[in-house]
């Protein structure tokens, strides 16, 4: 920022920047004595610079905002219907599923920290019984996943195909999922991934549940390699013959897929700047927020 102005005062100080923002207005931060004056003068500011500047409104960048517990957002996104991503406009979201994994999605934790971007964690509750000799540390990723601002979805306990299962068994496997997690996070599912997509007669539950499913547009098929190299030419490959982007279906339990989002991230930055050489829209990556419709429509 650019030369910052101090005017003091017994109750107050308050600190502006020379430099103005786009619409021309000036950035300060009221500072009171009091946390809530702080709280509330920051709350201002940022409300007035994102909803006025070209940057878009706070809605836009709000997936990005979060608090250290940032699933708790997760509860704004539940009671939907299925979210399936066919509608993008130059939008890309992440989604990682059947982890967490030790061994793998720390590593991703550091890289979508590195880039600012905030993913869904559709999660098997397998991965944290007792029983299993890594449970521990899992739960400890799990905790970190919640902890930097990533949103938690519920995969099954099994990852069982749901259109095989009885009701009673439909229940099982996702209320224990839901509950572990919120055992562990304090916070329960909103958004649900059905295993291989097939959700069979589970639909009522999951909407009685206040669950909104979330599928996937782009599928690269990941598991099957275990070549980082493979799995970017394949998610490319992928949005070269759908250009308006949607969702991506990753796995954080595949260290391949793991070593090419760095690869993914950096084909996106290169394409957006072609793309504004060219005077077209660019690619946004973007969070649950950008899919999601309460009622009606969904894209």
């Keep these: 920022m650019g030369v910052v102005d101090r005017v003091s005062s017994p109750t107050t100080r308050f600190l502006s920047s020379k430099r103005r923002d786009r619409s021309g207005s000036r950035i300060g931060v009221l500072r009171s004595k009091t946390g809530t004056g702080r709280l509330l003068a920051l709350a201002v500011v940022l409300t007035s610079f994102f909803g006025t500047t070209g940057w878009g409104n706070f809605q836009d960048i709000s997936y990005k905002v979060k608090p250290v517990d940032g699933s708790l957002w997760s509860r704004l996104h539940g009671r939907g219907a299925t979210i399936k991503g066919r509608d993008a406009e130059r939008e890309i979201m992440f989604t990682f599923d059947d982890g967490p994994d030790h061994r793998s999605t720390p590593l991703l934790l550091d890289q979508l920290d590195r880039y600012g971007i905030k993913a869904v964690f559709f999660v098997n509750g397998h991965r944290m019984h007792s029983r299993r000799l890594d449970a521990a540390e899992n739960i400890e990723v799990l905790r970190d996943i919640h902890r930097r601002g990533h949103i938690i979805g519920n995969h099954t306990y099994n990852h069982r195909d749901l259109s095989t299962l009885t009701d009673e068994q439909i229940r ?11 055992k562990i996070t304090g916070q329960r599912t909103w958004l649900f991934r059905p295993p291989f997509g097939k959700i069979g007669g589970a639909s009522r539950y999951l909407s009685q549940a206040g669950y909104t499913v979330m599928m996937w547009s782009l599928d690269p098929l990941d ?31 595949n260290r391949a897929s793991v070593e090419a989002f760095p690869l993914i991230m950096e084909w996106i930055g290169q394409r957006n700047a072609e793309l504004i050489s060219s005077g077209e829209p660019i690619y946004r990556v973007v969070g649950v927020e950008a899919f999601y419709r309460r009622g009606g429509r969904r894209r």
């Design 172 to 182: 099982s496997e996702v209320d224990t999922t839901s509950r572990l997690v919120e």
């Design 223 to 253: 598991w099957q390699t275990d070549d980082p190299q493979a799995v970017y030419r394949a998610v490319i490959d992928r949005l070269n013959k759908q250009p308006n982007g949607g969702i991506i279906d990753l796995h954080d339990t």
